[in-house]
């Protein structure tokens, strides 16, 4: 998988403490730096062992739409990375109910599997993390 | 309290920089603890000490060079942000240091808070 961010740990820290992270990602995968390096922050809390949650609201819903096709605007095509999150356990992926349908898409348009959360569910959801850093 | 503080735009272009600087300071002021601030995306801007606005503008990156001399605050720029936009130790100002992301995963875990300034 080369085209992974490179990861971690610049020594084999081990924060001893486990908390509840989320990444909320709310802008499109292109056109601004901010989906790729949100992915590398994930990686990051993934590789220091933290209990990552990642939600994709907004245009962020875009990030894990399949077929992307980076060509033409000469980008890096990163969307493979998302399927790599499984691998460092990063397993809980949301997406919000409402981005999902005013963007006429449904789960059979995303590369991962995701759960589907209306806005009540997600507003509980980051009610119960510990560090929410959206982007 | 204990805060850690993420900034995750540039000095000048929006008001996110300031707006974190204000509340460190503010913090520090009512003698709560700042763990750390970590500047992501292009906050590591606020540490590039070639910037010169103006002399009758502010100079955030000389405010938080003040700001980690006077009260110790641990001003951390993320290497891999900073590397992609020209920004090395060569140019880094007073106060600052460069490390991994790592640093940010630290304050969120050590913090009370963790407060993110950006849009």
Redesign the interface.
Known sequence: MSDL??I???DD?D?G?V?K?CYVNRKAPYGT??AL?SL??VL??A??D?DVSVVFMDDGVYQIKKDQETDGIGMKNFSKTYRALEGYDVEKLYVSKESMEERNLTTDDFLVDVEVLDRDALSALMAEQ?????? | MKFGV?V?EGPFTHQSSDSAYQFTKAALEKGHEIFRVFF??DGVNNANKLAEPPTDDRNLMENWSKLAEEHGVDLVVCV??ALRRGLNDDILAAGFRI????Q???A???ADR?V?F?D
């Open positions: 961010p490179e971690p740990p610049d820290e924060f403490t908390k992270f730096v901010y390096e590398e922050m990051i809390a590789a220091f933290q510990e560090v929410v850093i959206t982007s | 993420l995750n992501y995306y891999a942000a490390s991994g992301l790592g940010l995963i630290e969120g875990i050590q963790l993110i950006g």
